[in-house]
């Protein structure tokens, strides 16, 4: 081993576990963050089964025949609740609002002649099969949003090993916006957005963490070689300043909200290859699921207010540090309240979590572009635009503070410490 190396390593670990600031941003956060996270997914996946066992079925039966009662008989067997109505045509079905009022969110169709095609098969007639139609309600939500429209197509594959192979054809039918999209799968839908869902939260994420790093490096560079000392002390209007750093900022995060909104339309683009070559004739700019040139203004806004508003918060927390080390320690604290609300937006839909969890979510500004990004699919424009008022009005607010701080002379004495072990006695011994 190399000649006092032991004693070397040793001592870089005594510093670093000693030092607060690293204890909590590398130990003690994850050891908060990843628990909270396990929860959240775990509440999301208990919701969907949750859902999907208590969800009613809404079975419009035109046949009344002998085979489509036994049909819905066989649901029923496997626990699926369901409500039977006679001689009615999806259309009504939506237009009447059915769904809502049987508190359901999918609907299967037996259509008329379902019976007579169930017995020629039966007979030998091989040519003959029977369809049946599945309509699910399509929702942009979390991960498992569309869990229960699975399930049916799984137990009428059920019914079909229990009475022939192959001998009833589901087709499956999406119902977005009030508007039934024939031959669309929700399931295709979801699978096809999962990647959006997965990829928007982690580059939102490295945006903002990057675009904070640099921020904060900056005026803690200046703080730790004086430079800052001596600019505060020219004939220069200290609001002044700070307008120039945060317009610096400004600049930045315009940059990083055009390049983003430039990937998200790639990436987009690159779904609706997928689409074209997965899933044929699904097209997902005719289904309204692709953000229109309005759609990515209102995204871009957000992003940038967003971005703002953390190099705002990232030159007031380095402000209180001693150096580059100490700024990057303190704006580890900020990276949970960025990763959670991202992360967990994966897997939850906001619209179905109660008033409170989604108050706290609503309440921190660096979730909102996950919002808005859910949000523009389904046309929620009110909530994109309450978040784009909201995350700028906590930015106003950051800016204030940042233009007290630079007014006084705290912004080169301000220092946020942590008392260290042993710190007490070495203060007495000195004495």
């Known amino acids: ?91 009504q079905v939506v237009s009447q609002d059915l769904l809502t009022q049987n508190n359901s969110t999918q609907f299967l169709l037996i259509p008329q002649g379902f019976s007579e095609n169930m017995t020629q098969f039966t007979n030998g007639n ?80 490295i945006l903002l963490t ?24 020219v004939p220069v209007d200290r609001f002044a300043i700070l307008m120039g750093k945060l317009s610096g900022s400004i600049f930045i995060a315009g940059i990083g909200a055009v390049a983003y909104m430039f990937g998200y339309n790639y990436m987009l683009g690159s779904f609706a290859g997928m689409a074209q070559t997965g899933a044929p004739g699904v097209d997902l700019a005719a289904l309204g699921l692709t953000p229109s040139l309005f759609d990515y203004t209102l995204l871009g806004l957000s992003l940038f207010v967003t971005l703002l508003s953390a190099l705002a918060l990232a030159v007031i927390m380095s402000a209180f540090a001693e150096d580059v080390r100490g700024a990057t320690a303190l704006i580890g604290y900020i990276y949970p309240v960025i990763f959670v609300p991202s992360l967990a937006l994966m897997y939850l839909d906001i619209n179905s979590l109660p008033l409170f969890v989604k108050a706290i979510f609503y309440a921190i500004p660096f979730s909102h572009p996950v919002i808005a990004s859910k949000a523009v699919v389904l046309g929620d424009y009110a909530t994109v635009v309450f978040g784009i008022i909201y ?38 011994q000195q004495e």
């Open 126 to 205: 091989l040519n003959v099969k029977a369809t049946v139609d599945i309509y699910g309600v399509f929702k942009s939500g979390g991960i498992f949003s569309n869990v229960a429209s699975a399930g049916i197509t799984t137990i009428v594959e059920g019914f079909n090993r229990a009475v022939s192979p192959n001998v009833i054809y589901a087709s499956q039918s999406t119902i977005l916006d009030g508007e039934i999209q024939a031959g669309v799968d929700p399931n295709t839908l979801s699978g096809l957005l999962f990647i959006q869902s997965l990829a928007l939260p982690i580059t939102i994420m």
């Open 391 to 428: 995350v700028a009005a906590f930015t106003i607010v950051i800016m204030y503070i940042a233009s007290r701080l630079f007014a006084t002379e705290k912004i080169l004495t301000a220092k946020l410490k942590f008392k260290r072990r042993g710190s007490k006695k070495t203060a007495e």
């Open 210 to 233: 990057y675009a904070m790093q640099i921020a904060a490096t900056s005026v803690a560079m200046e703080k730790e070689e004086k430079t800052l000392e001596t600019l505060l002390t």
């Open 1 to 91: 081993m190399l000649k006092g190396f032991q004693t070397i390593l040793v001592k870089e670990l005594k510093e670093m576990m000693r030092d607060p600031k690293i204890l909590v941003g590398i130990i003690i956060v994850p050891l908060i963050m990843f628990p909270i996270l396990g929860l959240v997914i775990g509440y999301a996946t208990q919701t969907a089964q949750e859902e999907a066992a208590q969800a009613r079925l809404l079975v419009v039966d035109n046949d009344g025949g002998n085979w489509s009662q036994a049909f819905i008989k066989f649901f029923r067997a496997v626990n699926v609740t369901t409500t039977v109505i006679n001689n009615t045509t999806p259309e």
